[in-house]
């Protein structure tokens, strides 16, 4: 487990983007970690608020903290969307790296205070931070904020944090294709600021689009809906077979191996590779 920071700086440096993979029970911990190891990359492995409730922050600590200190890649403990202070305090104490306050819906200056207040309790800690500017639509672009250059640059500089997602196009939930980044509003983003700049809702987004926003500045890429989706998939046609499957066929064969595949494709477009 290492700090996200060097991680983003080793990445912007080789001109490429952090994964960022969503899990959200034993087996999609362990096919993220599983992948980055495969492709030899760094990875960040993450957990939204939300999900807290079936499986806390600490079980999500202490076994991605078990598996990553016997693996020879640096691995990152983000929590994603968090809404509150208190779910950030949360996660500080439970030994994550990074963490994400979201802020949406509430009024710029009031995210300004809050956001900043959040970002000096977990600097102090030694975590990285990260903010969310514009919103990211989720299955459509309703509700879709795209976020406005001049203020990146103002919200990096009264809050400090160390990463922004900033809204550009992407859309959670979409399959590939089905958005388009604003390489012009991502330009003028990456001269109002140096912060490293993240990616929500990638899923939606062709291969060709995202290679170029990394060229352009992103440097860490969130994803899920994707990966998600083909362990449904797979789980459906192994209880579809006709075969007496049993539970741990599914999720630890099935699901896990298709959500790994996922994962292990996404690392190597970010890492700018093609094929093993």
Not at 54 to 63: G, H, K, P, T
Not at 205 to 225: C, M, P, Q, V, W
Request: hydrophobic share 45%.
């Amino acid at each position: 487990m290492v700090d996200v920071r060097a991680m983003l700086a080793a990445a912007r440096r080789r001109r490429q983007a952090l994964g960022s993979f969503n899990v959200f029970n034993l087996e999609t911990v362990e096919a993220v970690l599983a992948a980055a190891v495969a492709r030899r990359c760094p990875v960040i492995v993450a957990f939204t608020e939300r999900m807290a409730a079936d499986f806390d922050l600490e079980a999500v600590a202490l076994l991605v903290r078990h598996r990553a200190a016997a693996l020879p890649i640096s691995v990152g403990l983000h929590l994603d969307h968090s809404q509150n202070e208190a779910g950030i305090l949360r996660a500080l104490r439970a030994g994550f790296t990074s963490v994400m306050y979201d802020g949406a819906d509430i009024p710029y200056e009031e995210k300004v205070r809050r956001t900043r207040a959040i970002a000096e309790m977990a600097h102090a800690e030694g975590l990285c931070v990260e903010a969310e500017l514009g919103h990211v639509a989720r299955g459509s672009r309703k509700g879709e904020v795209l976020a406005e250059p001049s203020l990146v640059g103002d919200f990096v500089k009264r809050t400090g944090v160390d990463i922004v997602a900033v809204a550009i196009g992407s859309v959670h939930g979409l399959k590939a294709g089905e958005a388009h980044l604003d390489f012009g509003r991502l330009r003028a983003i990456r001269r109002e600021t140096d912060a490293h700049l993240s990616l929500h809702g990638s899923s939606g987004i062709a291969d060709a689009e995202l290679r170029r926003g990394i060229r352009e500045g992103i440097t860490k890429i969130s994803y899920f809906t994707a990966a998600s989706r083909a362990a449904s998939l797979a789980m459906r046609q192994t209880w579809g077979s006709g075969r007496d499957v049993p539970p741990y066929a599914v999720l630890s064969i099935a699901a896990r191996r298709a959500f790994l595949a996922q994962v292990e494709e996404r690392l190597a477009v970010y890492a700018g590779r093609r094929g093993r």
